[in-house]
């Protein structure tokens, strides 16, 4: 049986159990950039590696439970990771980002998709890909872009019906990006773009 992948409230207990050094959002973002510039990286490994404490900064340097990594998180994290992996690849783009639901407040939802973009960047430079000169011009505009909302913050309590709107294009504009990015890596390794019949928006030049 294939377990499903942790949903938004699941992962964020699960990582807060570990030392709470990243959200569950930031999370989704270092593994769908590592996913995208690791083509050989595992679940496995990834989820390994997470729990752990081998990527430098995660759990603050400490290792929760004397070392030990409990056999169902990290199966959990795999089971992301695989996720993660199956929706960057759909041909029907139906990649999602790992937010809050719509019932939580604005402020929760943009807070969480700022740190989406933090999460993916580092994944980006975890992977070795710390500036974008050899992409394309819409990937380093995007690039320079994520830096921005990833310091996004939201006035709590506004919850307008354009600051929904603002954040809907906000997002969107961040999941496509996301896939743009990835079909540019898969174009540099020479493998297939998955995204072929992506909008004109996101089709690499």
Not at 87 to 103: I, T
Not at 152 to 165: F, M, Q, T, V, Y
Not at 180 to 193: A, C, K, Q
Request: net charge negative.
């Amino acid at each position: 049986m294939i377990m499903p992948a942790p949903a938004y409230d699941d992962l964020a207990s699960l990582l807060s159990s570990y030392g709470d050094a990243f959200g569950a959002s930031e999370c989704h973002g270092i593994v769908c950039a590592m996913a995208s510039c690791q083509l050989e990286l595992d679940g496995e490994t990834w989820a390994r590696r997470m729990l752990s404490g081998e990527m430098e900064v995660v759990l603050d340097g400490t290792d929760a439970g004397g070392g030990g990594v409990d056999a169902a998180d990290k199966e959990a994290l795999k089971a992301l990771f695989d996720d993660a992996v199956k929706q960057l690849a759909d041909p029907d783009l139906g990649f999602k980002l790992l937010l809050p639901d719509d019932e939580s407040s604005l402020d929760a939802r943009t807070e969480a998709l700022a740190g989406w973009c933090e999460g993916y960047l580092y994944g980006l430079a975890l992977g070795g890909i710390k500036e974008f000169t050899m992409f394309s011009e819409p990937v380093q505009e995007f690039a320079q872009d994520l830096t921005e909302i990833a310091q996004l913050s939201h006035e709590d309590g506004d919850d307008s019906e354009a600051g929904e709107s603002a954040f809907f294009d906000i997002s969107e504009y961040v999941r496509m990006g996301a896939l743009m990015i990835r079909d540019e890596l898969l174009h540099m390794d020479g493998r297939p773009n998955s995204t072929a019949g992506a909008p004109d928006d996101v089709v690499l030049h």
